[in-house]
């Protein structure tokens, strides 16, 4: 963490600009993947299935899949987004009650995205495109060998499992949260004794060159 506070603001400016480039762009590949895997591959037309026809995106792939594909990247763009945006806005500025509110909205987002979409997009997908319901039974837990649930005749339906992922999930993303809230003083702590000096710099004049304060 502590390398973040070392980088220069040319460095902060290209990595963040570079980021929030990137997430948008991969924002909007994961909305149309999304949108247009969602139409039907085929059509009932005169009693005869024919190929659904949607418009110049026809040749786009269609499925469950490809859905869940466009979830996947619209996840990874909006982290890019929002750690651009924090690199741009935040990172190695002086602390003013501006950095201070832009900040708490990007860590508010942030929140939403982890908290909110993600778990509400997943229970919506598993429950409508997977059809992962407590009336379909898993296939090998249905039901559980007896001699580990001591002699009772239990079975384990899929939205026990879709569940299971959910809770999973969240605590995992709570034991994350926690972790980043307690590393991220390091980030203006200073480089510890432990870690390797920084490489020197020196000048056209043979001086080396040192960082001020901030």
């Not at 949260?177 to 710099?201: M, N, Q, T």
Request: proline share 6%; glycine share 8%.
């Amino acid at each position: 963490m502590y390398r973040l506070g070392e980088l220069s603001p040319s460095q902060r400016i290209t990595y963040g600009s570079a980021m929030l480039a990137v997430g948008t762009v991969a924002m909007v590949i994961a909305v149309v993947i999304v949108h247009w895997a969602q139409f039907p591959v085929e059509e009932l037309v005169d009693g005869e299935f024919v190929p659904f026809q949607v418009d110049f995106l026809n040749w786009m792939p269609r499925g469950i899949w490809w859905k869940a594909l466009g979830y996947v990247i619209a996840f990874g763009a909006s982290q890019l987004m929002l750690v651009g945006a924090a690199f741009l806005f935040v990172l190695g500025r002086k602390m003013s009650w501006a950095v201070a509110s832009i900040a708490a909205t990007l860590a508010w987002l942030e929140l939403v995205v982890i908290f909110g979409i993600v778990p509400s997009e997943w229970l919506n997908f598993s429950q409508t495109d997977l059809d992962w319901s407590s009336q379909r039974l898993v296939p090998g837990l249905d039901p559980i060998p007896s001699f580990l649930v001591l002699g009772n005749d239990i079975s384990i339906s899929w939205a026990v499992i879709k569940d299971s992922i959910s809770m999973g999930y969240n605590l995992a993303m709570l034991v994350l949260g926690g972790l980043f809230a307690y590393k991220i003083p390091d980030v203006y702590g200073g480089r510890p004794e432990s870690a390797a000096a920084p490489d020197e710099v020196t000048s056209p004049y043979g001086r080396t060159l040192v960082k001020g304060d901030r």
